[in-house]
T-cell receptor
Framework: AQTVTQSQPEMSVQEAETVTLSCTYD???????LFWYKQPPSRQMILVIRQEAYKQQNATENRFSVNFQKAAKSFSLKISDSQLGDTAMYFCAFMKQSGGSNYKLTFGKGTLLTVNP | EPEVTQTPSHQVTQMGQEVILRCVPI?????FYWYRQILGQKVEFLVS????????KSEIFDDQFSVERPDGSNFTLKIRSTKLEDSAMYFC???????????FGPGTRLTVT
């Protein structure tokens, strides 16, 4: 079974600064996907960024980027130029690539990020 | 842009009552999921559904739970006899064939009193 660990229950950052959220995972799979989801107070789950494990290049989406270290099983999220709207719970999630008809997500416990003005 | 919808947004029910949570996945999607999030906790997988049958279910998904795709558009989660501990946010999600990104609905907040 896969496990996802987010060791930072809460973090805060000043507006316009950069923050990094940590995530580690444990799996015996060699092919998988990793995701960061954002959950604002509305509790909607919003996909922020994804990474395919077979790709060495780190994914980026505008102000969001990841540092994917496959050997270390680490997948951190960097948010640059933080904005007040980035305040949310952030979940790291794992999905086996060989899921067949089942691509279920395994989530970490989340990191509550607060962006201060 | 197509989106997953869920109804109702909030449901309050008494312990022991049956509830049905409804989801309309994105129309060309083939894989469907239900997840649960107890307040303040992580999101947990309940069940996956493909080709009109359950692909996998978690330990949480016991005999009190069932899923159905009755008409090719709706995807429902039924809880036969609700318990206090079923109070949670329930999310529906779906994936298109050949892809792996899950699109989540806005969730249904279930409160069991």
């Amino acid at each position: 079974a896969q496990t996802v660990t987010q060791s930072q229950p809460e973090m805060s950052v000043q507006e316009a600064e950069t923050v990094t959220l940590s995530c580690t995972y444990d799996t015996s799979e060699s092919n998988y996907y990793l995701f960061w989801y954002k959950q604002p107070p509305s509790r909607q789950m919003i996909l922020v960024i994804r990474q395919e494990a077979y790709k060495q290049q780190n994914a980026t989406e505008n102000r969001f980027s990841v540092n994917f270290q496959k050997a270390a099983k680490s997948f951190s999220l960097k948010i640059s130029d933080s904005q007040l709207g980035d305040t949310a719970m952030y979940f790291c999630a794992f999905m086996k690539q060989s899921g067949g008809s089942n691509y279920k997500l395994t989530f970490g416990k989340g990191t509550l990020l607060t962006v201060n003005p | 842009e197509p989106e997953v919808t869920q109804t109702p947004s909030h449901q309050v029910t008494q312990m022991g009552q049956e509830v049905i949570l409804r989801c309309v996945p994105i129309s060309n999607h083939l894989y469907f999921y239900w997840y649960r999030q107890i307040l303040g906790q992580k999101v947990e997988f309940l069940v996956s559904f493909y080709n009109n049958e359950i692909s996998e279910k978690s330990e949480i998904f016991d005999d009190q739970f069932s899923v159905e795709r009755p008409d090719g558009s709706n995807f429902t989660l039924k809880i036969r006899s609700t318990k206090l501990e079923d109070s949670a946010m329930y999310f529906c999600a779906s994936i298109a064939g050949g892809h792996y990104e899950q699109y989540f609905g806005p969730g249904t907040r279930l409160t069991v009193t």
